[in-house]
């Protein structure tokens, strides 16, 4: 069953501390990119890494950092810098020029 | 840099109808442009894409319009049913570019 997961659905955060989002995919694609969706706007990218070992700053980085240890796995830390980090954070990935997504973590602060 | 816009926020349709959805984008030189549907809590899912050499693309149910010369494109729904009830939203490459710019999206309601 091929696809991209994102766990969790649903992640709360306390004031001050970091979390780490997951991102996986089995599609052999050699890039994967981070976005965050707010009501009423587009998507936003975080960052993105189009082979292993290496990542890019995407429009608002600040607050957030990656990995890419592994071809299939892209996971995304959000700090305690991140100040507004409540929004509905979307994981991609891609072959060539179409990016397909995962269902989705949303990140709630307590 | 590249800025995509869609014309109407919202978009109530009859059940069956037909459905008309649009974009604008302003960079000249994107190159590559998709069609996403997204429902409600969930992620992105790919419906379209047309590349800049094409004007028009057809898939089952949808055809996307392209207009370079107005940098205009379109997505059309035939025979639109209730579970096509969602936001869409486009996005654009620019050209030699990885990245994606998308709009805001355009929430479609079926009315039965």
């Known amino acids: 069953d091929g696809g991209i997961t994102q766990s969790p659905k649903y992640l709360f955060r306390k004031e001050g501390q970091n979390v780490t989002l997951s991102c996986e995919q089995n599609?052999?694609?050699?890039?994967m990119y981070w976005y965050r969706q707010d009501p009423g706007q587009g998507l936003r990218l975080i960052y993105y890494s189009q082979i292993v070992n290496d990542f890019q700053k995407g429009d608002i980085a600040e607050g957030y950092s990656v990995s890419r240890e592994k071809k299939e796995s892209f996971p995304l830390t959000v700090t305690s810098a991140q100040k507004n980090p409540t929004a509905f954070y979307l994981c991609a990935s891609g072959g060539g020029e179409t990016q397909y997504f995962g269902p989705g973590t949303r990140l709630l602060v307590l | 840099g590249e800025s995509v816009g869609l014309h109407l926020p919202t978009l109530s349709v009859q059940e069956g109808d037909n459905s008309i959805i649009n974009c604008a984008y302003s960079?000249?030189?994107?190159?590559?442009f998709i069609w996403y549907k997204q429902e409600s809590g969930k992620g992105p899912q790919f419906i379209i894409d047309i590349r800049s050499n094409m004007d028009k693309r057809q898939g089952q149910r949808v055809t996307v319009l392209l207009n370079k010369t107005v940098k205009h494109l379109s997505l059309q729904i035939a025979a639109t049913q209730p579970g096509d009830s969602a936001v869409y939203f486009c996005?654009?490459?620019?050209?030699?570019?990885?990245?994606?710019?998308f709009g805001k999206g355009t929430k479609l309601s079926v009315i039965p």
């Open positions: 996005a654009a490459r620019g050209a030699g570019s990885y990245q994606l710019t």
């Open positions: 599609l052999n694609h050699d890039a």
């Open positions: 960079n000249s030189a994107s190159d590559y």
